[in-house]
């Protein structure tokens, strides 16, 4: 008698700082990745560049 051959599908996380990918022992959603421990992992890394701060007004008397 032959088996048959069963494909099982596992959610898995990947991290967006260190591209680790993972599956989690718990159905909770991770607090932080595993391998660079950043709590950071679901969000895509900004450059210097693209973040633009305001310039404080020097005030003239």
Sequence with gaps: ????Q???QLPG?????CEHRW??????RP???PSCKS?????P???PQQVTRAK???KES
């Design 13 to 17: 996380y990947n991290c967006l700082r």
């Design 23 to 28: 599956i989690p022992r718990k159905p909770d």
């Design 6 to 8: 069963t494909t099982v």
């Design 39 to 43: 709590a950071y992992w679901d969000r």
């Design 31 to 33: 607090i932080r990745c």
């Design 56 to 58: 404080p007004s020097k």
């Design 45 to 47: 890394v900004t450059s």
């Design 1 to 4: 008698m032959a088996k048959k």
